[in-house]
């Protein structure tokens, strides 16, 4: 089995509007890393947000002027804006509405990582000790890091739990097909520009203006849930890169998963998988077959060098949090990491997955963990859900331990935990060694993680 310890940051990276912007009705901008299934490679989507849905933003690519194209808006009503869009190539140097966009690099020496950014509507949203994404993106923002990522959960304040607030009814979350779906028109925050600005675009400015992300969803983003604005303002996707492209796939489709991808880059590659309906206290049986496929692809995509599997949730987490409420029709278990995910990756298309996979990148609890096997039965995994929401230390109680996700029983757990808010930031070295190091919202460094495997040699061959 092969031991990359290094870190990922998942994400997509966008750009703070200066005057110039200001001038062309450009809200925000920004660069996301995408795979593009015309020209079967990585490549890199310019966006502009604007107030206008008339005339797109002027946009130059070394030096040549290309025109951007509006994206298909699912709502006008709860989202007043104008999604634009172009393609460009990795390397490419772009300006926007005459600010430079940060250059998409194909070997990124430095990751950030961020998840669970978003902040609850009775936490404090006006407060950085209650609610520091903002700080965070401002400092991370200083480090100028070639990529970041984030793992997915970027709007909570237009996601209760409830539909509508005050109601025992669960909003759907991933498990179980009778749950209510969210109607944008009829909460009182739900999915809608207002609320995924104050939640991401405005606080992120910083980070967005610095560099590129590469971004996944979270159960957040879920249909039932802030799924359409997903699909409209972040989902790294087009028409520009595949034929059989999809609009707003969440009219009508409650538990809508995307195609997993690979982002091909010369020092690693990053096999995105949207996990966002992959019950994780239960054992949903309906999505086994899904998610083995799922699964399947992403192996194929594997490289036989730096693999870095991002997604939302995590396959094990150190510790068991409160229990949730029982879903009719599906089995309840004692929480055990994901219990689907496991169920899934003991499918025997899937056998020998870990050996495949150098290290796991998730966010969904919210707090930091770094886990890994001292046996190998597992890649290492971070856990970076503590970039903004409420953190969560009920998952602090419990054993290290979990069932593992090949047949064999329990495997031993260690690693560190941290009930703190913060970042990730991983650093290559000229031998390309990593160095990770768990960052507080003010760039004080709480734990550093070394020596990382190398990475992957310049010139790799990623399979798609």
């Known amino acids: 089995m092969k031991h990359a310890w290094f870190l990922v ?25 995408a795979w593009s299934a015309k020209e079967s490679k990585t490549m890199a989507l310019a966006r502009a947000i604007t107030s206008s849905s008339q005339t797109p933003p002027s946009l130059t690519v070394n030096g040549k002027a290309v025109t ?10 709860a989202f007043p804006v104008t999604v634009w869009e172009a393609v460009m ?3 490419a140097e772009a300006t926007l509405a005459g600010t430079a966009l940060p250059v998409p690099k194909s070997d990124p020496q430095s990751v950030a990582i961020v998840g669970d950014s978003g902040c609850k509507s009775d936490q404090g949203c006006d407060q950085e000790a209650t609610w520091p994404f ?3 993106c401002a400092e991370a923002a200083t480090r100028k890091p070639d ?13 209760p739990s409830h539909s509508p607030p005050g109601n025992k009814a669960w909003v759907y979350d991933g498990c179980g097909d009778d749950f209510l779906k969210q109607e944008t028109k009829s909460m009182p925050y739900g999915d809608n520009w207002e609320t995924w600005n104050l939640d991401f675009f405005t606080p992120a400015k910083p980070l967005l203006a610095s560099s590129p992300w590469a971004i996944t969803r979270g159960n957040h983003e879920l249909c039932a849930r802030a799924g359409v604005g997903w699909f409209y303002l972040l989902e790294p996707s087009s028409p520009l890169l595949a034929t059989d492209y999809t609009a707003n796939p969440c009219t009508g489709r409650n538990a809508y998963t995307m195609p997993a991808y690979a982002l091909a880059l010369d020092n690693l590659n990053l096999l995105m998988i949207d996990t966002a309906n992959l019950c994780g206290w239960a054992l949903d049986e309906s999505e086994v077959p899904t998610y083995t496929k799922v699964y399947a692809r992403m192996l194929a995509l594997a490289d036989t060098d730096a693999d870095w599997l991002v997604a939302h949730r995590p396959l094990v ?3 068991s949090p409160t229990a949730a409420q029982p879903v009719p029709g ?21 056998k020998g997955w870990a050996q495949k996979i150098d290290m796991m990148v998730n966010g969904h609890v919210h707090l930091f963990q770094y886990l890994y096997a001292p046996q190998g039965q597992m890649p290492p995994e971070f856990i970076v859900g503590n970039s903004g929401v409420r953190l969560d230390t009920s998952t602090l109680n419990g054993p290290a331990s979990t069932t593992d996700p090949a047949p064999g029983g329990q495997i031993s757990l260690l690693g560190s935990v941290h009930a703190e808010f913060g970042y990730l930031l991983l650093a ?33 061959t990623a399979g798609h």
């Open 330 to 350: 599906i089995t309840q278990t004692a929480f055990e990491g994901n219990i689907t995910m496991t169920a899934v990756l003991k499918e025997p298309e899937l």
């Open 68 to 77: 951007m194209t509006a994206r298909a808006n699912p709502d006008t009503t």
């Open 147 to 159: 990529l970041v990522i984030h793992v997915g959960d970027y709007n909570y304040r237009g996601t």
């Open 89 to 91: 190539p990795m390397g």
């Open 9 to 33: 940051s998942v994400c997509l990276s966008i750009l703070v509007p200066s005057s110039a912007a200001e001038s062309a009705d450009v809200l925000s901008s920004y660069v996301a890393l």
């Open 134 to 136: 903002p700080e965070i």
């Open 428 to 460: 290559s070295d000229p031998s390309l060694r990593w160095t990770a190091t768990l960052h507080a919202p003010n760039g004080n460094i709480l734990e550093t993680f070394m020596p990382f495997a190398p990475a992957a040699k310049s010139g790799k």
């Open 317 to 319: 987490v150190m510790g």
